[in-house]
């Protein structure tokens, strides 16, 4: 007869699944609380899913091994609950035995991993024009953060803010930008890396340029460390590449997805989105780049100075950019014949901390340098007709201009 214990706690989905196995259960009570700490985050236990894609390498992969092919066929659902009405893309947090889960409009609840049960709410209080002025998608939030005993979000009226863990209630909240003046959203919350709230956002083109920022604040307090704006500025490196666009129109360079961390090069990597309007209704300009959208692109963690960036397409669509990344340090050697595009430089099997992934719906994979931004390789992984050429030494891409419009 089965034991109706879960064998695990389910940590991505509110559908939860457990084996019904003769195996004790794996949760602690809220007074274990243990806080959670960087050396966590950096390496977390197997159990956990402490952040976006469970490690700050983006991979996704939890190592628990008690599913396999011999049982998988027990899984059987053990509970359901209800999320609030609206778009939800979300990663629950799990630690402590405790889910942590993002909701549409601002709703976070805790809720125990092994039998559903409720144990706290936050709701936020949205102002009526909220949406109007940010956009709707900003009712949509992907993930969370976790650091020492806080729960951190940035929120849909542009605060980033730190919940009690145990309690659900507000301790820390600081204000970004006023929503009505640079108005953006955001579809993904922060990261921690080295105790700063890492977050973007998607600027809105009513919103200007300032809007168009990524922020790092302490976790601990809630101070603003720094600000990154991704529209160069007059007199900034960059700026020429905007031609006679004025500041204030310069638009919606936004970074919408959650980045990855590298603690030792102590970098942050992301990816921006497109302009809007978009750069071929621009005149002027140094080769029409308008920096840095459609861009890889790593920023100190102390400062938010850039490291560097690679542009991958001057587009005049929106190829969402801003795209899910792995670090990996692994032996570079692609077969020549295998890729379509591969720097001569390259030296067959070195060892190279590396990005790689899709940054964009043309379906190319990209592989860079993590350390200096190098272009490695890249090869299309669906037909697309979009990227006519990548040059090996230097990267620049060169458009297909039968779909490029004049």
């Given at each position: ?11 991505k989905?509110l559908?939860?699944?457990a ?15 243990v ?13 956990d ?15 628990l ?6 049982n998988?066929?027990q899984?059987?659902?053990?509970w359901?609950?209800?999320?609030e009405i ?15 889960i ?13 039998s ?11 102002p ?9 998608n ?27 863990a ?9 204000k ?5 003046v ?14 700063r709230?890492i ?16 922020t790092a ?6 101070a ?32 919408w997805?959650?980045?990855?961390y ?89 060892v ?6 899709i ?12 350390a ?17 050429d ?6 620049a ?10």
């Amino acid at each position: 007869m089965f034991d109706h214990t879960p064998r695990i706690k389910c940590y991505k989905y509110l559908v939860c699944f457990a084996l019904f196995l003769s195996l004790p259960p794996n949760s602690l009570a809220q007074d274990d609380f243990v806080p959670v700490t960087d050396a966590m985050l950096q390496n977390p236990a197997d159990s956990d899913w402490l952040m976006w894609r469970r490690t700050l390498d983006s991979w996704g992969y939890s190592p628990l091994d008690q599913i396999d092919r011999s049982n998988v066929d027990q899984l059987r659902m053990v509970w359901t609950r209800d999320l609030e009405i609206g778009t939800g893309e979300i990663t629950p947090l799990a630690y402590n035995g405790i889910l942590y889960i993002p909701q549409a409009n601002d709703v976070i609840q805790a809720i125990d991993a092994e039998s559903g049960d409720f144990i706290w709410e936050y709701r936020r209080d949205i102002p009526d024009d909220l949406y109007e002025m940010v956009g709707g998608n900003a009712r949509n939030n992907r993930n969370l953060a976790i650091y020492e005993n806080l729960i951190i979000n940035t929120s849909d009226d542009n605060f980033v803010f730190a919940l009690d863990a145990l309690t659900g209630e507000m301790v820390w909240e600081t204000k970004i930008f006023d929503y009505k003046v640079n108005s953006a959203t955001h579809s993904s919350g922060p990261i921690i890396a080295d105790g700063r709230v890492i977050s973007g956002r998607s600027c809105r083109p009513w919103g200007g340029p300032n809007a168009c920022v990524i922020t790092a604040h302490d976790a601990s307090t809630g101070a603003e460390l720094w600000r990154r704006r991704l529209i160069p500025a007059p007199g900034e490196p960059g700026d020429e590449t905007w031609g006679d666009v004025p500041f204030d129109q310069r638009q919606h360079v936004g970074s919408w997805m959650v980045p990855s961390y590298d603690p030792e090069l102590k970098l942050i990597i992301l990816g921006t989105s497109v302009t809007s309007p978009a750069p071929k209704f621009y005149l002027g300009g140094v080769d029409n780049k308008h920096l840095y959208h459609n861009s890889t692109m790593a920023l100190e963690v102390d400062t938010g100075e850039m490291r560097w960036y690679y542009q991958h397409l001057n587009d005049h669509w929106d190829l969402d950019h801003p795209f899910e990344r792995l670090l990996v340090e692994t032996r570079v050697a692609p077969d020549p014949d295998a890729v379509t595009w591969i720097n001569p430089d390259l030296e067959f099997g070195e060892v190279r901390k590396v990005i790689t992934g899709i940054p964009g719906k043309t379906g190319v994979v990209y592989t860079l340098d993590r350390a200096t931004g190098e272009f490695l390789w890249a090869t299309p992984t669906v037909q697309q007709n979009v990227i006519q050429d990548i040059d090996g030494a230097t990267g620049a891409v060169t458009e297909n201009p039968e779909v490029s419009i004049p």
